[in-house]
């Protein structure tokens, strides 16, 4: 049983709001009083002095969310190390655990994803964030920008499973969660240089998207490539600075 236990009005609520939509089995107390028979995990404000050996989380008033989500693995028997699995992408799908629990996923934006990575690892000891190695330019954006946390780069061949009716969009939330279960090799860095194929694809949906026919150049390719630039964002700086090349291969420029 999961017990509330703040003089905090604000996590109060918002804890037990989350709680009681999720059907969760709770109790409340003033955060002097004894703890009750059958408690398994104890949800507090930062402010709030309790002496308990449960596992212990505390709560922000503006994310009781994330509290509730630990609690509940607490309460499964999920405690344990956090582990965050990252199948990369444009849009990533992210997936933070505890223990063998999954508490928390998130399919977001390339550009959100170091900084979903870093909240979710922000209050764990020793976290470990496993990247799969697939997308590989993607995949290196993250793991270069991920720093004082431990990132292992992990072998993600079959992890990516057979979506069934209902499921479409899932695959890349549900293939992380297969990553953070795979053991892999610490990184602190990774260089890859996109192939002059892979390039040339981002030069030619420049094409396909533009007016005029025209494709943006090959730096602006490598910039789309790293996940810096969408290629819309890539074809409005040509329209701002720059003259594309045109489909037949000329810089337009005559």
């Known amino acids: 049983m999961i017990v509330v236990a703040t003089g905090d009005f604000e996590v109060y609520h918002g804890v ?55 609690a509940l693995a607490a309460v499964r028997g999920g405690g344990g190390r956090t582990i965050v699995g990252v199948d990369p992408g444009r849009r990533p799908g992210i997936v933070v655990c505890a223990g063998e629990v999954v508490v928390e996923a998130f399919h977001v934006p390339l550009g959100d994803a170091v900084s979903t990575i870093r909240e979710a690892v922000a209050d764990a000891p020793d976290p470990v964030v496993r990247v799969g190695d697939g997308a590989r330019i993607q995949g290196a954006r993250i793991v270069n920008d991920l720093e004082d946390v431990r990132v292992e780069l992990v072998d993600e061949t079959g992890t990516t499973p057979a979506l069934g009716a ?77 003259e594309s090349e045109r489909s037949d291969g000329t810089d337009g420029s005559g």
């Not at 930062?46 to 008033?61: C, K, N, W």
């Not at 030069?203 to 490598?222: F, M, P, V």
């Open 16 to 70: 037990v709001t989350e709680l009681r939509e999720r059907g969760a089995r709770f109790t409340t107390i003033e955060p002097d009083q004894e703890l009750p028979e059958g408690a398994t995990a104890v949800v507090t404000a930062a402010d709030d002095r309790i002496e308990t050996d449960l596992p212990r989380i505390v709560a922000d008033p503006d994310d009781p969310r994330r509290a509730v989500e630990r």
């Open 166 to 242: 209902g499921a479409r969009g899932m695959g890349d939330v549900l293939a992380a969660v297969n990553i953070a279960r795979i053991d892999g090799e610490v990184r602190e860095e990774r260089i890859v240089e996109p192939t002059a194929g892979e390039i040339q694809t981002i030069k030619d949906r420049s094409r396909e998207r533009s007016e005029g026919n025209r494709a943006i150049d090959a730096a602006l390719a490598r910039r789309v490539a790293s996940g810096e630039l969408t290629i819309e964002e890539a074809l409005d700086v040509h329209r701002e600075g720059g």
